[in-house]
């Protein structure tokens, strides 16, 4: 027989628009903690709330449920929702209205965790923190390739999330957008060392580190800090983030079936690592790979459950009472997102730059 390993606890992804058998049963195992949506769990906004609340019921303490909402090219839920701009464009408008840029920004982070909250979602997986630079996977999902403009808007995003009643994932520490290479078909290597790295890319996430309720981190290896990727790293998890920086949020894997994440083995050795090195939570978002993986693992490390509940959304409104509100002039969310829609617009015109 094979022997089981100890783990948790583990966001995984789903099949489809209902939580069916399978679902119920992964859910129900004790190394899981929450579930991450994708477009292919998407139908209809009534559909979404059904399949949000069959999650929430289904054992107890409740799942968290997660979400990539960031805008622009990660949206995942679009028809029935906000069509948010990425946040390269508000980076773009420091240069020429450094306060629009900073009203907006706010604008985006609260409507889009408004309508997260709304359909019992917890967390969306924002902001992206990363710069600009050269990376074929970030591009505009950053801000800017200056870390002083990452840095500001960041925390003005932060705070719209917090007002609404959201938790933060800063991501993908400690910077992944300074190599071209994407984490998500090939393996990704910065050669620069721990100090060009805090003059840069790390700043946002330093100087932002107090505000942050979570911290996503990157399938990154920086061979001048350690051999392995930074997510399977002791050095920057406990050494940098939990010694160095006293960084006392969440930390999470990012999706531990990435192609650079092969690295540590296979998925149960791939999880293993992730929790040795100091993360709290791992993502496996792919149906197939949390099939795989769950058969390995037995029982939750002990206190798991405590970076499920410190992200819990709090206090929201319903879509219902957002648009009651809207109707009768009360409220910001309609003019907001309406504004946010002609922005999207205009960044999606023809012949506009969208980054990579």
């Known amino acids: 027989m094979q022997q089981k390993t100890k783990a948790g606890p583990i966001l995984i992804g789903i099949a489809g628009t209902e939580l069916d058998a399978i679902a119920r049963q992964q859910l129900a195992h004790p190394c899981v ?9 998407y139908a209809n906004r009534a559909q979404l709330l059904s399949l949000v609340t069959q999650i929430r019921a289904c054992c107890q303490p409740r799942p968290l449920v ?4 960031e805008g622009g090219r990660v949206q995942r839920l679009r028809e029935e929702f906000t069509a948010l701009p990425p946040l390269g464009v508000l980076g773009r408008m420091v240069a020429t209205n450094q306060e629009r840029a900073l ?3 706010y604008r985006h982070a609260r409507v889009m965790a408004a309508e997260m909250l709304a359909c019992g979602i917890d967390l969306s997986f924002a902001p992206v923190l990363d710069l600009d630079r050269g990376s074929a996977v970030i591009g ?37 957008g300074s190599v071209v290479a994407d984490s998500h078909s090939e393996d990704v290597v910065d050669d620069r060392s721990l100090a060009e790295l805090e003059r840069e890319d790390l700043v946002p996430f ?14 990154v290896v920086y061979p001048k ?16 983030l939990r010694g160095t920086q006293a960084y006392e949020g969440v930390i999470m894997s990012d999706d531990l079936g990435m192609h650079a994440a092969h690295v540590a083995g296979s998925l149960v050795e791939r999880c293993i690592l992730s929790l040795q090195a100091g993360c709290d939570l791992v993502l496996v978002c792919q149906p197939a790979d949390v099939e795989l993986l769950l058969g390995g693992l037995d029982q939750p490390l002990p206190d798991a459950t405590r970076a499920i509940a410190a992200l819990y959304g709090t206090a929201h409104e319903s879509f219902a009472e957002l648009e009651a509100a809207a109707s009768q002039g009360a409220g910001e969310w309609r003019y907001w997102q ?9 960044h999606n015109k023809p012949g506009t730059k969208t980054g990579a």
């Open 103 to 105: 009203d907006f920004t």
């Open 206 to 219: 330093t100087q932002l580190a107090r505000y942050l309720d979570a911290l996503m981190i990157a399938h």
């Open 66 to 69: 997660c979400i990539d909402q």
């Open 338 to 346: 309406q504004s946010l829609e002609l922005l999207s617009k205009v």
């Open 140 to 176: 505009d999902r950053s801000f800017s390739p200056s870390a002083d403009v990452v840095t500001r808007l960041g925390r003005t995003y932060l705070a719209g999330m917090h007002d609404a009643g959201m938790k933060s994932t800063g991501k993908h520490f400690p910077g992944h």
């Open 225 to 240: 800090v350690d051999t392995l990727p930074a997510g399977y790293s002791h050095k920057w998890l406990h050494g940098f």
């Open 33 to 41: 903690g929450g579930v991450v949506l994708f477009s292919r769990n």
